[in-house]
């Protein structure tokens, strides 16, 4: 049942004798036994299992209870009875020389293993775990034990033992005769099931063998002695629960040897064992859990319904409908369950399953609606319940620190996505973005950042929070760095800046160290950054580089990290891009000039953030400048570099009108032409607004366009349609207006002589008072006072 097995194990469970064959005809009363150990299959998170098991154990009251687990977790059994553990846990095992080597084992609260656990911690039965030890499946090549890759020639593919059964009963779904035959089913003796399933997977043995699963052989063998050692100590008052896949192994009469002898020569690997949070939507199939089940969520409430569990299931499905704002009454309710009970006499089912709620829930509660239904899916069906286990459960040191950051700076982990607003003025904010920062340096992907409501700011930062339960093996792997999360994060960074090789890794690594906080692996960062600025010619990999500095001075600055290693180093970088820039750019083919003009814009926002770089932007615009007005240089970085010309004011307003004109000449080749275009007002960068405002380039634009020959229309079409996408529809239908009224040609687009581009000569104040009573308002001011 690890959390990447493809367990096929099916729910059933058996009061079958070890050694003797499945009795048939009529079974013992509920909790008689036959003189051998009662064998419990089932099917791994099922909640129809999960109830048979505890009224089984109930009426049975066994000495000790066996389940399909590894056997290193026998340690761990005590801690499933603490208060503060709650599921859905897992248990983690991981190999101590690769903590990246692991294997979950998930228990949801309708588990049939812990509802066994929890009965016999609760009654004082013993508990033992009897699957193979971790220490084994962890040194195996393959983990994960795909018994795909190691079929027995001529055995076929794997068995699905639940598909053979709902194929043999007439079922298309499996799913659905599981529903039928256990989960939906309501039979006063608990045990009546079982022994048919348990016959039936005896003869699904003799018809498959293994079934295309030749390891469980292996781990059969193990399980077997495990049961033999405790018959030794309690006779016959032990109960096994595992997969019923396994029933008919276990009752098999074997030798000790002979199952030694599967055992002998297994591969090893020093392991620890814990347990874990889980979370209901890793126990859903869907999430690549291959024991896993379609609806955790669905199957939680099947098993905590104490009675009429569809009217429940009702009840929850507008209780979140309403909080979401969406209109449903008591009628809705009531007569989407009688419609779902209707569906399932129709359907010949004992009682509403999951489809028939769903889909009396689209049709009633939400009118026919997949979107609603789709909440219903993500919020219930499968559900964000993650689960917690005792602050005593082993742990790495640098989980241990985790946790005591995340209770001091109330972070508590979540299942549920969320976004967290941080304000790096505020002490606990600033600590936060440090740890959410340090833990990704580690590779512990807890938080992202994301554009938010802060923009471009400095002083805020947007995070998306979310806990997946494989962190924590990624909290173990990087324990090998330290003990705590700074200390981890700041050994990882320095072994970083020694092995990087790329200028750019170097220049994101100084920048990740700022966010973090690793005043200590800077100096090592900085040392690397150096030597490698020194050594690395290409303008491309200087130009990459530059807009990462520019970002860690500026943080550094609100953070109060001291930058002025990096100021020199940004300085020297810049420097020599202003050197470099003009030749790198000549004959350069499409691709390498989009690339190019992308560098080019992060070099010049870069420039903007460097702190006394007056003296750059001068030489930065002389060499926009040689860029504008060199033929050599592809048209889409001349007009990139005329707009930022423009833009910065460097660039008369009846300088750019020339520029545009030479570029788009007759003798400009038409693609040379769309390119320059695209670079000069394509983008996000305002293009469209140019044009509007300055009706003399639009002239320009449309008396170009209108000249393309025919043959080449064609070619720079796509061009100019992904430059004029990228504007707002607005701009969009203004500047359809603008060309209808020919701009330029002396219509009532036409400036005024003297005037600015797109203006009048002089202001008209009768328009410009009509928004000073807003202004006013806005303002909190006097509407009397003098303008």
């Known amino acids: 049942m690890t959390s990447t097995s493809t367990s096929t194990s099916t729910s059933t469970a058996t009061a079958t004798s070890t050694g003797t064959a499945p009795a048939t005809g009529t079974g013992p009363a509920p909790g008689e036994r036959r003189g051998g150990p009662l064998l419990l299959g089932v099917r791994h998170h099922g909640p129809g299992s999960a109830r048979g098991v505890r009224a089984v154990l109930e009426a049975a009251q066994p000495a000790a209870v066996l389940v399909e687990g590894p056997a290193e977790a026998d340690a761990l059994v005590a801690l499933a009875g603490e208060e503060d553990m709650r599921p859905p846990v897992a248990l983690l095992a991981h190999a101590v020389d690769d903590p990246g080597r692991a294997a979950f084992w998930p228990m949801a609260e309708f588990s049939p293993e812990w509802v066994a656990i929890r009965w016999a911690l609760e009654r004082g039965a013993a508990v033992r775990f009897i699957d193979l030890p971790a220490a ?231 009118e026919g609606s997949d979107v609603p239904l789709d909440l219903v899916r993500d919020r219930l069906v499968v559900g964000d319940v993650l689960g917690e286990v005792p602050a005593g459960a082993p742990a790495v040191p640098l989980q241990r620190d985790l946790g005591r950051r995340q209770r001091t700076l109330r972070l508590k982990p979540e299942a549920q996505e969320r976004v967290l607003e941080l304000d790096l003025r505020k002490e606990t904010d600033g600590e936060r973005s440090r740890l959410l920062h340090r833990l990704r340096l580690l590779g512990v992907g807890w938080g992202e950042p994301v554009a938010g409501r802060a923009g471009t700011g400095t ?46 890794d170097i220049t994101a690594l100084a920048e990740q160290c700022l966010l973090a906080g690793l005043a200590d692996a800077l100096p090592v960062v900085m040392r690397s950054l150096a030597d490698r600025a020194a050594l690395d010619t290409d303008v491309a990999h200087l130009a990459q580089a530059l807009p990462a500095l520019a970002r860690s001075l500026r943080y550094g600055d609100v953070r109060g990290t001291g930058t002025a290693a990096l100021a020199d180093v940004a300085a020297g970088l810049a420097e020599r891009i202003c050197v470099g820039l003009p030749p790198a750019c000549a004959g350069l083919d ?98 469209g607004l140019l044009l509007v405002h300055d009706e003399r380039l639009l002239g320009l634009v449309d008396a170009w366009l209108t000249s393309v020959p025919a043959g080449a229309f064609t070619a720079v079409l796509p061009l100019l349609r992904r430059t004029f996408s990228a504007y707002e529809p607005g701009v969009r239908r203004t500047l359809g207006e603008l060309v209808a009224r020919d701009p330029g040609s002396g219509g009532a687009g036409r400036p005024t002589p003297g005037a600015a581009p797109g203006f009048a000569a002089g202001l008209d104040r009768e328009r410009a008072d009509g928004v000073l009573p807003l202004l006013h308002l806005i303002l909190g001011t006097d509407t009397e006072a003098p303008a």
């Open 590 to 687: 499409t691709d390498a000039a989009a690339a190019m003009r992308e560098r080019i814009d992060g070099v010049h926002q870069a420039l903007g953030l460097l702190p006394g770089a007056a003296g750059l932007a001068t030489r930065w615009a002389a060499v926009l400048r040689r860029l504008a007005g060199h033929d050599r240089v592809p048209g889409v970085l001349r007009g990139r570099a005329a707009r930022i010309l423009l833009d910065e004011g460097r660039l008369a307003d009846d300088e750019a009108a020339p520029l545009m004109s030479r570029a788009l000449s007759p003798g400009t080749p038409p693609p040379d032409a769309a390119a320059w275009i695209d670079g000069f007002a394509g983008g996000a960068s305002g293009g």
């Open 459 to 504: 002083f805020r930062e947007t995070w998306l929070l979310r806990w997946e339960p494989e962190l924590h093996v990624r909290v173990a792997e990087a324990g090998v760095w330290g003990t705590t999360v700074e200390a981890a994060a700041t050994a990882k960074a320095e072994a970083r800046a020694r092995a990087a090789t790329a200028l750019t």
């Open 136 to 366: 084994h499946t962890l040194a195996a090549a393959d983990p994960t034990w795909d018994d795909g890759e190691d079929e027995v020639a001529g055995s076929g593919p794997p068995t699905d033992p639940v598909a053979e059964l709902a194929a043999a009963a007439g079922y298309e779904d499996a799913e659905h005769w599981w529903e039928d035959v256990v989960e939906l089913r309501g039979d006063d003796d608990p045990a009546a099931p079982f022994e048919a399933l348990a016959e039936a997977m005896g003869a699904l043995h003799e018809a498959y063998g293994h079934g295309g699963h030749p390891r469980d052989l292996v781990r059969e063998a193990h399980m077997r002695l495990r049961l033999r050692e405790a018959r030794k100590e309690f006779g016959d008052e032990v109960a096994v629960v595992c997969g019923a896949w396994h029933v008919p192994a276990l009752a098999r009469r074997t030798t000790v040897a002979a199952d030694r002898a599967l055992l002998k020569g297994l591969p090893k690997v020093r392991t620890e064992t814990t347990w874990v949070p889980w979370t209901h939507r890793r126990l859903a199939r869907r999430s690549g859990y291959g024991a896993g089940i379609e609806a955790p969520g669905w199957y939680g409430h099947l098993f905590a319904a104490p009675d009429r569990p569809v009217e429940r299931w009702m009840t929850k499905v507008a209780g979140l409908l309403r909080s979401e704002d969406h209109p449903v009454s008591s009628a809705h309710v009531i007569e989407a369950v009688r419609l779902a009970e209707t569906l399932a006499v129709l359907r010949g089912r004992p009682l509403p399953g999951l489809d028939e709620t769903t889909d009396a829930v689209r049709a009633v509660l939400c």
